[in-house]
């Protein structure tokens, strides 16, 4: 697809085999420093009838890069209601967001509110933040805290003064920084291996700027516009980049959305915990075919009690609201 200000994004559709229903389509954004093939898992795990729509935005993949003033996440929104008037003209639509794909859908709410209106069906924020990423501290305590978040803020400065097209990172060590800082207990070492190479080449000058956008975004009061939408919230409880208050935070803008909590996972819940997250964008997937008017009330609380890893959801500190639920540890 060729965005209005002519850059080339890299969208790719899987359409339902054996024709399927395209009632619903699912569109899935993903985050920082990746590009669409951290859906593979989640993608997999979804029934072949679903019609499914994921790209590169732009700086990250196969798409172009990012121009001086393009790497801001407005842009993204602009860019993701490009890519739904062009490959989904018609209608509803379920949005999947990981981390600043999450953020990207909240910056579509608030610069196309009627579009969110008359066309999504369910959205679901996967490790991801409605603020306050300027206040980052990867999980370290105190001054390391704080020093950790202004070496991001220096990083980000370095990669946007960067002039060569992809990073000088090699392989083991952008595993190695993609094993602590994205990924909970235990990961898969092909899910490190596939975090570190989607990195690599992500456009430096792009990833940079998003990095700047990210700090800056705020978009609490743009969650109103998905105050009626059926809505499911997931975060890992050792997520160091979106940490679990982040995702505590949306759910309470969201007073009727689906949170589920994932122990032992990291950022990476679309990798970590793969069947509880398709799970749930299933969930949200199977309302929106019965619901008669995209963004209605139907569905209270997206998936109901459908557990978010395949029936074993458990009680604990969130019990007291039916709308939030805790996976099992063991679960993938």
Do not use: C
Request: proline share 6%; aromatic share 4%; charged share 25%.
């Amino acid at each position: 697809m060729t965005a209005s200000d002519g850059a080339r994004i890299a969208v790719e559709t899987s359409e339902p085999e054996g024709g399927g229903d395209h009632r619903v389509t699912l569109v899935l954004v993903h985050g920082w420093t990746q590009d669409r093939r951290t859906w593979d898992r989640v993608v997999g795990e979804l029934s072949p009838g679903v019609r499914t729509v994921r790209y590169d935005l732009r700086g990250h993949g196969d798409s172009d890069p990012a121009g001086p003033r393009s790497a801001t996440i407005d842009r993204l929104a602009d860019d993701l209601a490009e890519v739904i008037a062009t490959q989904v003209p018609s209608g509803p639509i379920v949005l999947a967001g990981h981390s600043m794909g999450g953020m990207t859908i909240m910056a579509l709410a608030d610069r196309y509110p009627d579009l969110v209106a008359r066309r999504v069906a369910g959205a679901a924020f996967v490790a991801t933040s409605s603020g306050n990423m300027d206040r980052l501290t990867l999980g370290f305590p105190g001054a390391l805290g704080r020093g950790a978040a202004r070496l991001e803020r220096r990083l980000a400065k370095l990669l946007v003064a960067y002039r060569r097209e992809r990073l000088p990172v090699a392989r083991p060590l952008a595993a190695l920084g993609g094993r602590f800082l994205v990924f909970g207990k235990r990961p898969r070492k092909d899910d490190v291996r596939s975090v570190a190479e989607q990195l690599r080449k992500a456009h430096p000058r792009s990833i940079g700027g998003f990095q700047n956008a990210i700090s800056l975004h705020n978009r609490v009061t743009a969650l109103a516009a998905l105050a009626t939408v059926p809505t499911v919230v997931l975060v890992g409880d050792r997520d160091r980049l979106t940490p679990v208050e982040h995702a505590e935070a949306i759910a309470e803008e969201l007073p009727h959305a689906r949170f589920v909590l994932f122990p032992g996972a990291g950022h990476m819940i679309t990798q970590e915990r793969w069947t509880g997250v398709a799970d749930a964008i299933a969930g949200l997937i199977a309302d929106a075919g019965t619901t008669a008017v995209p963004g209605g009330t139907a569905a209270d609380g997206a998936a109901t009690d459908r557990a978010a890893t395949g029936g074993a959801a458990t009680g604990g500190a969130e019990a007291g609201s039916p709308h939030r639920s805790r996976a099992t540890p063991t679960s993938t």
